[in-house]
């Protein structure tokens, strides 16, 4: 009699707090090793390199704690400037990866026998390392062994050392950064292309639009999320260019080809570099200018999202 | 067996007049890093493990060879965690990171006696802070490699003097030559020639100071320097575009003889061997006198083998850098390398440019220099040598490259 007073006011057998939060807690659980990871190896040491930045720090001994002088020395630093300097043309003139990949995509894109070994072919320089084509483009400007200066003999132009002198240097490792790089692009732009709605354009041929008008108004606005996406990992690879400066020329002749990022790791890192405290605070500028970018990408994914 | 042995190693340690104590029963792990790959090197370091080996049976010994450029920057890795119990690095300035951080051992005791007097000529350049870091097992001339026959068939003879060198400059550049080969790429080769002219110009001392951050690089006399060096650039001594080439890029114009001459260290010769040089046509002269009277300074980098300060078996690692060290090792090590040993009771092998390196060196009255990147402070050495290789290329631009020097300098001070 007394057992069913009983069970009316005890509260329902308890659930666990697993079987109630069920559906909250899945997604965490599996976004957990992502996130544990992307914390430990990208947030903590984007805290750390801000840390590290004030102090001077040979990575061996003593850190000692200096302020904002790193950041004061960096300024007055002339190296600083060529770096950030390269790094502006190699932003400007990396862009020029998307327009090459969007026409050869357009010239590839079309069905004839063997289309596919050509689009392969495009795409290999994508696929070797960068470090591959540093040195092939290295050889190839070579002023005693490259090919480069019996091909502009041909047309009477004279011997040039791309390499060796510091008004072209840095144009020529861009010219072998942007080799892979159409070849990126274009095959962003070649997906891009087979989700072009074929009625749109039938209907723009009725309608008398043609080549760049056809492009311009019909095919280019259906290419927008791959214009998207081919500008960021563009703009972020320019920022990140240091593999060709390594290789290449390592950042010479005189440091005229450094970019911010050979910069940090040749006054930390490389041979002769002890300063961490300093490559630390060059690693911050850079993050910096990087945020710009990354924040635009955000804000342009959530504003995407919200629109759905 | 056991007997055998040890009796062997006592004759050894007789013949070799070292202390080597017959009764040293070496045992566990023994681990060396090696800073080196290429053959002669690896076979001079492998050489030396087997016949230490033969001596101490009972000791495990593991050989790690690591790329030279590597284990630049590898270094700082190995030592701070998992230290080896040896491992090779470099004389001068070079140690110094290292020994400030406490990560090299102090093996003045080493030093104390008859080693120390054997190895006496490169003391100087293993000590720091008034301690012994580290033992010497091999070092190498640099100097003048030129083409006897092209300076047979224009009838000259090598210079003593600058005014000669000068002369015999123009007449090499009027038969359609260069004077000098040399790739720039990776900058230090422009530090041998600025260490040249400067030892010259200045002596020593001079030198020593400048490299030890106590003279101004605005000094008149480091821009008196410079003046030799612009004759040169502005006669058009040097091979084109140098500034796209490594020192092993820059070969083939001696080879090919397109340039006549070739400011290296003594390394150079094997490959140009390879290449096809023979005795015939490849000589060696030493760098001219520039101010009359100064005693002649020569660059001579050391490679060494130190103990980390971690090391777990150093009884035994110091046990191997003592037979390093000793005349015989160094005899049959230096042979393999084609290299000068440093023991003074070890025997100088026969081969023309190495005897003639030996003879230099033995009477360098002036000093014997590491060199720019081992004598300087790792970031002097740095920003100095980007400073060579643009004065190299813009002359005129030497004011500017001077005024950012000193600003190193200062900031380096400052610190």
């Not at chain 2, 284990?71 to 965690?81: D, G």
Request: aromatic share 14%.
């Amino acid at each position: 009699m007394a057992a069913p007073i009983i069970t009316e006011s005890t509260p329902p057998p308890a659930r666990g707090y697993w079987r109630s939060n069920q559906m909250k807690l899945a997604p965490w659980l599996f976004l957990a090793p992502g996130i544990v990871f992307f914390a430990v190896y990208v947030i903590f040491p984007i805290f750390q390199s801000f840390h590290i930045s004030l102090y001077r720090w040979d990575g061996l001994g003593e850190a000692r704690y200096i302020g904002m002088q790193n950041y004061e020395r960096l300024f007055d630093d002339p190296a600083f400037y060529t770096s950030l300097w390269n790094n502006v043309r190699w932003l400007l003139l990396y862009l020029l990866a998307i327009p090459g990949g969007l026409f050869i995509a357009l010239f590839l894109n079309q069905q004839v026998r063997g289309i596919r070994l050509y689009k392969s072919l495009f795409f290999f320089p994508f696929v070797i390392s960068q470090v591959v084509v540093g040195l092939v483009f290295a050889w190839f400007y070579n002023p005693s062994i490259g090919l480069l200066n019996p091909i502009l003999g041909l047309f009477g132009a004279g011997p040039v050392n791309i390499l060796g002198n510091p008004n072209t240097v840095t144009y020529g490792i861009i010219a072998a950064g942007l080799w892979p790089q159409v070849a990126y692009c274009m095959i962003l732009y070649l997906t891009g292309l087979n989700a072009v709605d074929p009625e749109q354009v039938e209907a723009a041929r009725l309608d008398g639009a043609k080549g760049w008008r056809m492009l311009w108004y019909v095919i280019l606005p259906q290419l927008r999320p791959a214009t998207f996406i081919a500008v960021v990992v563009t703009v972020i690879g320019a920022l990140r260019s240091f593999d060709m400066v390594s290789v290449m020329t390592s950042g010479g002749p005189f440091g005229s080809s450094r970019v911010l990022a050979y910069y940090m790791f040749e006054v930390s890192l490389s041979e002769y570099g002890f300063r961490m405290g300093y490559g630390a605070a060059i690693a911050v500028i850079l993050f910096l200018i990087m945020l710009v970018y990354i924040a635009f990408f955000l804000w342009r994914m959530w504003r995407e999202e919200r629109g759905v | 067996m056991q007997f055998t042995l040890k009796s062997a190693a006592a004759t050894l340690a007789l013949t070799t007049a070292l202390a080597v104590p017959a009764s040293a029963e070496l045992t566990g792990d023994l681990r060396i890093f090696f800073n080196d790959q290429n053959p002669a090197p690896r076979a001079a370091i492998e050489g030396m493990v087997e016949r230490f080996q033969e001596m101490h049976p009972d000791l495990n010994i593991e050989l790690t060879l690591i790329d030279r450029e590597a284990n630049k920057t590898q270094i700082r890795n190995y030592l701070t965690a998992n230290a080896p119990d040896v491992n090779g690095w470099y004389a001068g300035n070079r140690m110094r990171p290292y020994v400030s951080a406490g990560l090299f051992e102090d093996v003045s005791d080493l030093w104390e006696g008859e080693m120390g007097e054997e190895l006496a000529s490169t003391r100087p350049a293993l000590t720091l802070d008034g301690a012994q870091w580290g033992v010497p097992y091999t070092y190498y001339q640099w100097g003048i490699y030129y083409r006897t026959d092209i300076y047979d068939e224009l009838g000259l003879t090598p210079a003593t003097t600058w005014e000669e060198e000068i002369e015999n400059c123009q007449a090499i550049l009027d038969s359609g030559r260069k004077c000098y080969a040399i790739g720039t790429r990776f900058l230090w080769t422009a530090g041998g020639w600025f260490d040249y002219l400067n030892l010259r110009t200045h002596g020593y001392d001079f030198h020593m100071a400048l490299t030890a951050n106590e003279i101004p690089w605005t000094d008149d006399r480091v821009r008196e320097t410079f003046a030799k060096w612009r004759e040169l650039i502005d006669m058009g001594a040097f091979i084109d575009n140098h500034t796209a080439y490594t020192w092993q890029e820059a070969q083939p114009y001696l080879v090919n003889g397109q340039a006549a001459a070739y400011l290296m260290g003594n390394f150079i010769v094997e490959p140009l061997r390879d290449a096809g040089m023979t005795d015939d046509n490849l000589g060696f002269y030493q760098f001219p006198e520039i101010t009359p009277g100064i005693p002649m300074a020569e660059d001579a980098p050391t490679d060494t083998l130190h103990i980390p300060a971690q090391a777990q078996n150093k009884e035994a690692a110091r046990e191997f850098l003592r037979y390093v060290a000793s005349a015989e090792n160094q005899t049959i090590a230096n042979e393999v390398l084609g290299q000068l040993p440093i023991n003074s009771n070890a025997e100088v092998a026969d081969d023309k440019f190495i005897q003639a390196g030996f003879e230099m060196l033995s009477n360098a009255e002036g000093g014997i220099a590491q060199f720019f990147d081992r004598d300087a402070d790792a970031e002097m050495a740095s920003a100095g040598m980007e400073g060579f290789q643009e004065f190299m290329v813009m002359p005129d631009n030497l004011d500017a490259i001077l005024e950012r020097l000193e600003r190193t300098r200062q900031r380096i001070l400052e610190d």
